[in-house]
């Protein structure tokens, strides 16, 4: 279970949306041109409505489950959210999904786009990138990446950039973001997802137009059991 203690009233969201935006200006970027995805994977939907209410759009999860669960009950209240999926991608969760998400950011295979193409035609996606040989993390690999957004944009999917999760060792992660801006820049990309709460100064000085965050909106989610 989650500790919602860490949730933070509205004001204090606004006072940290605040204090993002200066520091993606802090670190050369302009907070007008960046946005925020608010990640609210393990609270409930008071962390949505809390977010809508300080001025985001844009909503990220990691879970089919929970996505489909907290935009279904926000869904006459909070008809302004744009949901962003985050995790790994299962086939047989896109149905369920498919009435709520905005934007696909984590499609990384050949697989994933022709699921996702048969279901959904035209639906905006991003490519996610495989920043480090890290056992077990996802994304597709550099070499992949062109033929992924052919493929993608063959079968009818808006790509409208790339993806990336830092790599596991933090002192190559400003080489590797720098590496994904380099790849969207040669495929014309305008969006560049990379950049979490921990290390999103670095991305920003790579060239993120987009950052994930969590932790520095809402606070630390404890496990309580």
Not at 52 to 71: P, T
Not at 142 to 148: G, I, K, N, R, Y
Not at 162 to 189: E, K, N, Y
Request: aromatic content about 4%; some cysteine.
């Amino acid at each position: 279970m989650i500790d919602r203690e860490t949730l933070a009233p509205d004001e204090t969201i606004r006072q940290r949306i605040e204090a993002l935006h200066n520091k993606i200006a802090e670190a050369g970027g302009d907070p007008g041109d960046i946005e925020i995805v608010a990640v609210t994977k393990g609270f409930g939907p008071d962390t949505v409505r809390a977010a809508l209410g300080a001025g985001l759009v844009s909503i990220g999860e990691n879970f089919a489950d929970e996505l489909v669960g907290k935009a279904e009950l926000l869904a006459q209240t909070e008809p302004k959210a744009a949901w962003h999926f985050l995790g790994s991608l299962q086939t047989n969760k896109i149905n369920r999904l498919l009435p709520f998400v905005n934007c696909w950011q984590s499609v990384d295979s050949v697989h994933r786009v022709e699921a996702l193409a048969k279901r959904s035609p035209g639906a905006a996606i991003l490519i996610q990138v495989r920043l480090d040989d890290g056992a077990g993390r996802a994304g597709a690999a550099f070499s992949e990446t062109t033929d992924l957004v052919a493929r993608s944009r063959d079968l009818g999917l808006v790509v409208r950039g790339l993806m990336g999760v830092a790599p596991i060792d933090p002192q190559t992660a400003s080489s590797r973001f720098a590496a994904l801006v380099r790849a969207a820049d040669g495929l014309s990309l305008p969006v560049r997802s990379i950049g979490m709460s921990d290390d999103f100064e670095l991305a920003v000085r790579a060239g993120s137009t987009m950052i994930r965050i969590g932790t520095a909106l809402f606070g630390r989610r404890k496990n309580t059991g």
